[in-house]
Each structure stands twice: as structure tokens, then as C-alpha cells.
Nanobody, 117 residues
Framework: QVRLLESGGGLVQAGGSLRLSCAAS????????TAWYRQAPGKERELVAW???????RYADAVKGRFTISRENAKSAVQLQMNNLSPEDTAVYFC???????????WGQGTQVTVSS
């Protein structure tokens, strides 16, 4: 059974930092592209950052230069370092892992990030 467990969310003041982690079990992470999405109240879920196995990355324009995605295949983990947070970053953040081949597409349960002004 595949499980993704996120951690690291919380309440932080504007300008602060948080580091999200996502630990996967039941999959070989090297076979998956990984990403972080977020969903703010009343808005659609949006891609925040993406990283594939060779390490290529992609970021939403709103977070470029502030957020950094990384992965550790040996630990089956993916992280999102978030710096200089703003209230606009307040959302539930979801970890996603999608198989490079085949139908596997898995989501974590989400972790709340709240940035106060």
C-alpha cells in the first residue's frame, strides 16, 4: 500500500520560513516525478514546485526565488523549503508523486501553512 505522509506545516509570520517534508512508503521513489501543490480557500489546487529523478525542477512564478524543492531517493522523501513567506502563501500544501511509467499517481493528506501579516 502506498502512503505519503507530509509534515512541517504550521503558522509563521510574514518573512519567515518553513520546511515541508513528504515521506513515501510502498514505492520506489526513483521511478516517480514528485511535486508540491497547494490549495487556498476558494481556489483551485495549483502546482507550486516539481522535481524529477535527474533533478530538473520547475516552479510556479509566484514562488520562484523563494521556494526550493529537493528529493532524497534513498529516504523516499521530498522536501519544500519555503523562505520569505507571505500571507498569499497561506494554503493547504499537498505532496504528489506520479510514476514516470504506468498509472501510479499518489497524494498526501495535506499540511496547512498559514502566514500571518
Amino acid at each position: 500500500q502506498v502512503r505519503l505522509l507530509e509534515s512541517g506545516g504550521g503558522l509563521v509570520q510574514a518573512g519567515g520560513s518553513l520546511r515541508l517534508s513528504c515521506a513515501a512508503s510502498g514505492i520506489r521513489l526513483s521511478m516517480y516525478d514528485t511535486a508540491w501543490y497547494r490549495q487556498a480557500p476558494g481556489k483551485e489546487r495549483e502546482l507550486v514546485a516539481w522535481i524529477n529523478n535527474p533533478g530538473a525542477t520547475r516552479y510556479a512564478d509566484a514562488v520562484k526565488g523563494r521556494f526550493t524543492i529537493s528529493r532524497e531517493n534513498a529516504k523516499s522523501a521530498v522536501q519544500l523549503q519555503m523562505n520569505n513567506l507571505s500571507p498569499e502563501d497561506t494554503a493547504v500544501y499537498f505532496c504528489n508523486m506520479r510514476a514516470r511509467m504506468g498509472p501510479g499517481n499518489y497524494w498526501g493528506q495535506g499540511t496547512q501553512v498559514t502566514v500571518s501579516s
